[in-house]
């Protein structure tokens, strides 16, 4: 379920901050009332700091290597140099090469 933040709009009590975040489903109504303090609140159409932080973590080259992606970074045109990745990955790709080699397999 995606995580939506919040913003009190008219206070809120102790146990909650001035934004919160909560989880529930899409196609959900958005809360008009916090769940936790009754309050107003209005949802912040906004990918929240700390997920879009993680989708950055989990993005970084260091991640990608770890998990055995390679990532290529366009250097000209049809050209990808490799940014990060396994050893044994190619340093370079060439679009107009691994386009004759699928040619080649009929793909
Ligand atoms: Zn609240």
Redesign the pocket.
Known sequence: MPIYEYK?TDG??N??QEV?EFFHGISAEAYTK??????A?QRIVSMPAKHAESMKDKMSDKNLSRLGFSKYVKSSDGKYEKASGPADAPSTLDRDAMKQNLDKMGV
């Open positions: 009190h809120f009590s146990d909650c919160e916090c769940p936790k303090c009754d309050h609140i």
